[in-house]
T-cell receptor
Framework: AQKVTQAQTEISVVEKEDVTLDCVYE???????LFWYKQPPSGELVFLIR??????QNEISGRYSWNFQKSTSSFNFTITASQVVDSAVYFC?????????????FGGGTRVLVKP | DAGVTQSPTHLIKTRGQQVTLRCSPK?????VSWYQQALGQGPQFIFQ???????QRGNFPDRFSGHQFPNYSSELNVNALLLGDSALYLCASSLEAGVLETQYFGPGTRLLVL
């Protein structure tokens, strides 16, 4: 069965500091996708990034970057130079390759509070 | 480009009642998934609909049922409501179940069961 663990429940930083969110996953499948979603107080889950299991190249997109390591089953996410608008709950999610569906399994979330 | 829409935004029901939540997918999407998010937790997968059929189901009782219409919109029905059904219900849409496509979420329906 697939499982996603986000050990950090809450992180508090001062504006302009970097924030790194940890995510560890479990899956028996060799083909899967990993995602990060942001949930602001309004409640809507906003898609941020996606990485497939065959591509371990780490990338940067604006102020977001991610570190995917299959050897440790980790998919960490970093916000560089944090801003107050980054305050939200961040969820890591896993989707396995399945012929009959692509359900997402979410971690418990990490609440990020960016103080001015 | 219209995103995923859900109605109603908020709902208050009493135990034992039945509720119907509605979702319209993002333009061009044909697959709809439903998730339940209890306060302080991550979303839990309820089920997914594709081509008007339930393609995948999570660990939820039969009190939770759904439907997908020819225009790809979907409904989530919950019968015999329990206090524990109080949660944020999220709908997500994507292209073609079975393919690892990104799911895009709507704003959710907040259900309170008294």
């Amino acid at each position: 069965a697939q499982k996603v663990t986000q050990a950090q429940t809450e992180i508090s930083v001062v504006e302009k500091e970097d924030v790194t969110l940890d995510c560890v996953y479990e899956t028996r499948d060799t083909t899967y996708y990993l995602f990060w979603y942001k949930q602001p107080p309004s409640g809507e889950l906003v898609f941020l990034i996606r990485r497939n299991s065959f591509d371990e190249q780490n990338e940067i997109s604006g102020r977001y970057s991610w570190n995917f390591q299959k050897s440790t089953s980790s998919f960490n996410f970093t916000i560089t130079a944090s801003q107050v608008v980054d305050s939200a709950v961040y969820f890591c999610a896993l989707s396995e390759h399945a012929a009959a569906g692509n359900k997402l399994t979410f971690g418990g979330g990490t609440r990020v509070l960016v103080k001015p | 480009d219209a995103g995923v829409t859900q109605s109603p935004t908020h709902l208050i029901k009493t135990r034992g009642q039945q509720v119907t939540l509605r979702c319209s997918p993002k333009s061009g999407h044909d697959t709809v998934s439903w998730y339940q998010q209890a306060l302080g937790q991550g979303p839990q997968f309820i089920f997914q609909y594709y081509e008007e059929e339930e393609r995948q189901r999570g660990n939820f009782p039969d009190r939770f049922s759904g439907h997908q219409f020819p225009n790809y919109s979907s409904e989530l029905n919950v019968n015999a409501l329990l206090l524990g059904d109080s949660a944020l219900y999220l709908c997500a849409s994507s292209l073609e179940a079975g393919v690892l496509e990104t799911q895009y979420f709507g704003p959710g329906t907040r259900l309170l069961v008294l």
